[in-house]
C-alpha cells in the first residue's frame, strides 16, 4: 500500500488531454512539493515534473502538474504514443522523514 | 553528460549480504544529495535511502532500516548500498538517482539504468 495514491491506469487517445492524480496527506503532498516521473520498462526513470509544477529542460510544454490542498495533478495535453508508459508521483514526507511513491499510474494510448 | 553506473547485484541468499556501487560521472559529486530507490518485479518504484552532499545526513525508509546503510566516498565519486539481513522481499531492480539539490530532499533529476539483486535459496 503506498503513502501516496494513484489510479492503477489511465488511457486516451493520440491528441487527447490525460489527468493522473496523486492523493495524499498534510505531512507529505500539503506541505511538500511534488515531482513526477516517467518509467518506461527496462530504462533509467526519466523526471518530468519538479517542484510541484517545474519543467526540467527537454521536457515537452505538453506535461504540466498543479497541486491542491493534498492532491496533485499531472497533466498531459496533446497526448501522443510515445507517452505511453508508467507515470509516479513523489514528495518528501515530514512524518517519516523521508521520501514516498505513488503506486504508479499505466498510460495506454489507444 | 551526467552518467549514473550501478553495479555489485545478483543472486544471494537470505539473511546475507551484498554492497551495490553507484559511478557517477559529468557533475560535481559532493554539490548534491544522492538516492536509492528500487522496484521490486511487477511492483512501482520504492524510495530506499538518501544522503545529503557531504553525506552527514543519511535517511531510510522503515522497511530497509537498521539493515541497510548508505554512504559516499566522494575521492571515488561513487555511492555505496550496504545490504545486510537480506530477505526475500528486498528482491528488486536498484536505482542510484542524483538529486537536483544539496540536501537530497527533493526531486531526482538523473537515474542509472539499474541492477538487479534477487534473494533466494
Known amino acids: 500500500q503506498s503513502v501516496l495514491t494513484q489510479p492503477p491506469s489511465a488511457s486516451g487517445t493520440p491528441g487527447q488531454r490525460v489527468t493522473i492524480s496523486c492523493s495524499g496527506t498534510?505531512?507529505?503532498?500539503?506541505?511538500?512539493?511534488v515531482n513526477w516521473y516517467q518509467h518506461l520498462p527496462g530504462t533509467a526513470p526519466k523526471l518530468l515534473i519538479y517542484s510541484t509544477n517545474q519543467r526540467p529542460s527537454g521536457v515537452p510544454d505538453r506535461f504540466s502538474g498543479s497541486k491542491s490542498g493534498t492532491s496533485a495533478s499531472l497533466a498531459i495535453n496533446g497526448l501522443q504514443s510515445e507517452d505511453e508508459a508508467d507515470y509516479y508521483c513523489a514528495a518528501w514526507d515530514d512524518s517519516l522523514n523521508g521520501s514516498v511513491f505513488g503506486g504508479g499510474t499505466k498510460l495506454t494510448v489507444l | 553528460e551526467v552518467q549514473l553506473l550501478e553495479s555489485g547485484g545478483g543472486l544471494v541468499q537470505p539473511g546475507g549480504s551484498l554492497r551495490l556501487s553507484c559511478a557517477v560521472s559529468?557533475?560535481?559529486?559532493?554539490?548534491?544529495?544522492m538516492s536509492w530507490v528500487r522496484q521490486a518485479p511487477g511492483k512501482g518504484l520504492e524510495w530506499v535511502s538518501t544522503?545529503?552532499?557531504?553525506?552527514?545526513?543519511?535517511f531510510y525508509s522503515d522497511s530497509v532500516k537498521g539493515r541497510f546503510t548508505i554512504s559516499r566516498d566522494d575521492s571515488r565519486n561513487t555511492l555505496y548500498m550496504q545490504m545486510n539481513s537480506l530477505r526475500a522481499e528486498d528482491t528488486a531492480v536498484y536505482y542510484c538517482?542524483?538529486?537536483?539539490?544539496?540536501?537530497?530532499?527533493?526531486?531526482?533529476?538523473?537515474w542509472g539504468l539499474g541492477i538487479l539483486v534477487t534473494v533466494s535459496s
Open positions: 498534510s505531512s507529505n503532498i500539503g506541505g511538500n512539493s
Open positions: 559529468g557533475f560535481t559529486f559532493n554539490s548534491y544529495g
Open positions: 538517482a542524483k538529486g537536483r539539490s544539496y540536501s537530497g530532499y527533493g526531486s531526482l533529476d538523473s
Open positions: 544522503t545529503s552532499g557531504s553525506g552527514r545526513n543519511t
